[in-house]
Every structure is written in structure tokens, then in C-alpha cells.
């Protein structure tokens, strides 16, 4: 009697069991490998270049991403916006550090904030030769969401010609077609703000000589 319980008892835990794993490996299968593997395939045949990064290349050479900024301090270029890339015990790495992608979670009204924005304002006009009063594009002087942002205001651009104009020795009219012909508009003609890669801007510039 107590051995055809236990048997019974085997059974009915068996029957549960058994469904229960199967469940876990079909959906490991389909979430885990199927799923995935059907959206890497589906990405790279319908948008190869977004999959793989997109990519920028200079004479056979990758020189980086439209989605990453980079960092240019020189006055012969146009300078990104400012980056707040943070590492998890508050230390600054690199500016626009894919591996540290932040931003500076500081509201309007905190004096941090505050007192950066002030600075970088001042270091704006003084590096691109502007009155202490000269208003300043919000970009040059805040960092984006995620720190990497490669994008700046036509604006924030226009500002950067004169600099950069002095520099290479060429004038501000040959600059500022190159700043249009690199300006996007507003995604399907509503969404987002004009901006220019500033990447690929620079690229042009260089090409462009001076």
C-alpha cells in the first residue's frame, strides 16, 4: 500500500516536472538563441550600416561613429559639445567614453551645474573670440543625456568660423557652405532640432584644405 503511494506520488511529480522543464527550454531556445540570432540577421540585411555601428571611414581607415562624439580641442577644428561621461564611483574618464555613457543627473537649479555652465560660457567667448556679453548656443555650454552626443547646433557652429577661419587662413564665406552642405534637418521634418555631425564636418574641413 505505501509503495504504490510513493509510486503515485513519483508520478504526479514527474508529470509536473517534466512540462515545467521543457517550458524552460523552449523559451531559452526562443528568447535566448532564436529571437536574437532573427534580429542580427534581420538588421544586417535591412540596415547593414546602422548594424554595424555606423561606422566612418577616411581613406580605407575607421576614424569612428556618427552616433559617438568625439574629442577635438584644437582651434583648427569645430569642438563637440561638452561631455559628462561619469565612471560608477564619480571618477571623469576620457570625455565621450562609450563604456562610461552619463550624464550628470545635476537639475536647472543645482549651483554645481550652475557654476559649470558659467565657466564653459566664459571659456566659449574667450577660445572663439566673442564679447563677454555675446549670448552662447546652449549646446556649446551643456553636456547631453548620455554624454556622447556627436551632434551640435548650426548655431554653436556658426560661432566656431571666425576661430577657425583665422586659424587655417581661409575666409568665413568658404566656411560657411561647408557648415550647411553638413547640416541636417529635422528627422521626418518634424522631429529633433538642425544639427552637424561634428566628425564628419571636420573631415570636410580637412578636405576642404587650409
Known amino acids: 500500500m505505501e509503495a504504490a503511494r510513493d509510486a503515485q506520488s513519483n508520478s504526479s511529480t514527474g508529470s509536473l516536472v517534466r512540462p515545467a522543464v521543457l517550458l524552460v527550454v523552449l523559451f531559452m531556445l526562443i528568447g535566448g538563441l532564436a529571437y536574437p540570432l532573427l534580429t542580427t540577421l534581420g538588421a544586417n540585411g535591412l540596415f547593414p550600416y546602422q548594424a554595424e555601428g555606423s561606422l566612418i571611414e577616411k581613406n580605407g581607415r575607421v576614424v569612428g561613429s556618427e552616433l559617438i562624439g568625439q574629442r577635438f580641442t584644437s582651434p583648427r577644428y569645430f569642438h563637440p559639445r561638452p561631455s559628462a561621461t561619469l565612471t560608477t564611483d564619480g571618477a571623469k574618464p576620457d570625455p565621450y567614453d ?113
Open 98 to 210: 562609450a563604456a562610461f555613457s552619463l550624464g550628470s543627473n545635476q537639475g536647472p537649479t543645482n549651483r554645481a551645474l550652475i557654476s559649470e555652465v558659467r565657466g564653459r560660457a566664459r571659456e566659449y567667448r574667450k577660445v572663439n573670440g566673442l564679447s563677454s556679453s555675446a549670448p552662447v548656443p546652449v549646446d556649446a555650454v551643456t553636456a547631453s543625456s548620455s554624454g556622447l552626443d556627436p551632434d551640435i547646433s548650426p548655431a554653436n557652429a556658426g560661432l566656431q568660423i571666425l576661430r577657425i577661419a583665422r586659424e587655417r587662413g581661409i575666409s568665413e564665406e568658404e566656411l560657411q557652405p561647408l557648415v550647411d552642405q553638413n547640416t541636417d534637418g529635422r528627422q521626418f521634418g518634424i522631429l529633433g532640432e538642425p544639427h552637424v555631425n561634428v566628425l564628419e564636418l571636420n573631415l570636410a574641413l580637412d578636405e576642404a584644405g587650409g
